[in-house]
């Protein structure tokens, strides 16, 4: 949020970069399935680009399936942990997978879990097949309607069961588990849906509290009511980014921000004189909660 706003994050630029990418890739990806585009590999392969349009793995040929052999673990195939089909078969096992995207007859969870685990073990991509992986449930449960909106956010519940995630895949690899990996999907989805609907709960209950707050103080309010809004969609923000995108002149967006800051709503995060940053407080603390990974 501090990227998007043109100020300093405090973390390796490649890391934001990253991230940028990964959102910018999912929301691609769901605006093609918005425009009729099927869920596809082609659709794969254009997402895959957005992807890794920047950053790492801007060199590893986004957008195309490997033309070479890759491995997971080790320094060479002969002494990987494991060594995906050789890229003469991606294509052929890239369509199968394809197929059985729309297979009607396989309840959509499922499908998105054994989908997602044969992806990741065909590795089509030099770079990027975990995110793109992930991305493709997302986009196959919002295919099948099962989400409106990507809000089922899997990829916490896998770094914080790393271990068991890459163990699990590998034993559908070596012995065709696949019921212990499928329970593990599962659990994951239900933990993660869960955590979401409480979370979005306490976001509503907030921003309801809130708005009661500024509607009180009558006329001296509607600025800030008006930034309010702004701030349930961007809980970040700078006085240039209201008065370039929001259309609110420099005196305005500083007397909407003081006012919600005397309120306790927003706070200044950067210490500044200039250049100052604002963030819409509880919201960011209730997004963060919960998604500390274990040191």
């Known amino acids: 949020m501090l990227f998007e706003n043109d100020a300093a994050t405090g973390v390796p630029m490649d890391d934001v970069v990253e991230v940028s990418n990964y959102v910018a890739a999912m ?28 950053g ?23 002494n990987a942990l494991f060594v995906p089909p050789p890229p003469d078969v991606v294509i052929e096992a890239m369509g199968s997978l394809e197929n059985y995207l729309h297979a009607p007859s396989v309840p959509t969870l499922v499908r998105a879990g054994l989908a997602h685990a044969q992806f990741e073990t065909i590795h089509p ?13 997302t986009l196959l449960l919002c295919h099948d309607g099962l989400l409106a909106e990507p809000l089922l956010y899997l990829s916490l519940y896998l770094k914080r069961h ?3 995630y890459y163990d699990l895949l590998q034993r559908v690899r070596t012995h065709g588990d696949w019921e212990a990996w499928l329970d593990f999907f599962l659990r994951g989805v239900e933990e993660t849906a869960n955590q979401a609907a409480e979370t979005a709960g306490r976001l509503l209950r907030l921003f309801q509290s809130d708005r009661a707050r500024l509607h009180a103080l009558g006329r001296k309010g509607g600025s800030a009511l008006k930034l309010h809004d702004i701030l349930q969609l961007q809980p970040v923000t700078t006085v240039s980014r209201l008065v370039s995108k929001h259309g609110f002149s420099p005196p305005t967006a500083n007397s909407a921000l003081r006012l919600l800051v005397e309120l306790g709503i927003a706070r200044e995060i950067t210490g500044y004189q200039r ?8 919201y960011l603390r209730t997004l963060n909660e919960g998604t500390e990974l274990p040191a």
């Open 27 to 54: 929301e691609y990806g769901l605006k093609r399935l918005r425009e009729g585009f099927p869920l596809s590999l082609r659709l794969l392969r254009e997402v895959h680009g957005v992807l890794l349009a920047k």
């Open 56 to 78: 790492r793995g801007r060199d590893k040929q986004p957008g195309e399936f490997r033309a070479s052999q890759n491995w997971i673990g080790g320094t060479r195939p002969g």
């Open 125 to 137: 991509f030099l770079d990027g097949n975990g995110r793109a992986g992930r991305l493709l449930v």
């Open 162 to 164: 790393r271990a068991a």
């Open 275 to 282: 250049n100052r940053v604002f963030a819409y407080n509880e």
